[in-house]
DNA sequence: TTTAGTGCAAAACCTTTGCACCCAG
DNA sequence: CTGGGTGCAAAGGTTTTGCACTAAA
């Protein structure tokens, strides 16, 4: 199960943490290692793109663990900053591994169409949020920034959409 | 879309646009000026922030329109290009007024303590949407960016949260 | 008259929570 | 053994939808 997915692999993040990185980082925190973590975190480990509670639970099976136990388990790993929270727009909360001692900051390109998703490294401009501090007065500043576009496949196929079982944007929530 | 992001000098949306314009804008595109409609308008105009459908609902009167009313409203006029939506990553969608002719393209910065929301101007480079394009083959290319932090009073103050009336994020579901 | 728009109620979906049980440490 | 973690079920909040009815054009 949870095989990687080579549509979406990136070069970017095709360095991985290995598994044991993943439970050290839990164990140096006295949380425990069980089961559905560890099934969890392989899964993360195993996609390029930021996941969904519901996808991550497809990709598990099911059976292996349950979708009240993932929404609880990423909120412990979110609070011990080993995965980051994206969010594309469509009010699913999506997930995707943190890197341990190099925070990789990205952002990340979705396809309006398709929804496939690209990670890019573009992002502001380093003095802007200094300059926003200054200026508002606010401190500790940190954005959310994503970019959404038409994917060149979608822009030469207008009619393909949401190819092969891809996890993109969970569909419509009714077919008419 | 994807213009350079105009540099309005406004700092917040004190110019308004006259009621008889949006309407026009509806009666351009032969949907009907209605009542409620009317008034969610009224509502978004008399806001310098984006407003949940929640809140919209609570400022008219909860009598005056029926919340599946403004969200399928919400819906026509986001399709129309009326109004705007913003995600301030609480899974709540947020609308405000969208200029007619000049779009002014801005961002918030929102405090995670109170929630207060300032508009600002502050975007990315023009080019970096055109580089993006260029180099993953994307078209139509546009981009959501918020900031979070620390507003000065919450800062001075990190007990009173909330303050007075001011609509900002429905309470949160859980505490940080 | 015509048809978009509305109110009401019900449902779908995402997310959280209470509780009893289980298991990693 | 002990407390954190889990499964299950139920509930809470947001958003959508079906249907009959109203009202704008």
Known sequence: M????PQHAHP????????SDLTARLRAQSRKITG????????LRS????????????????SDC???TIYRTMHTLLEMGLVRRCDFGDGTARFELS???DP???HHLVCRVCNIVVEIDACLPPQLEADLALRHGFSQIAHHLQFFGVCPRCKEHPDAADP??????????REP
Do not use: E, F, S, W
């Open 47 to 62: 996609h390029a793109i930021p996941l969904t509670n519901r996808q991550i639970h497809h990709a598990l099976g099911k």
């Open 104 to 106: 990789r900051h990205h």
């Open 164 to 173: 092969a079982g891809l996890p993109g944007r969970p569909g419509p929530r």
């Open 2 to 5: 949870n095989q990687p997915c």
């Open 36 to 43: 559905p973590r560890q099934a969890i975190l392989d899964v």
């Open 12 to 19: 970017r993040r095709l360095v991985q943490q290995p598994l």
């Open 99 to 101: 890197d341990a001692d």
């Open 66 to 68: 349950d979708l009240a």
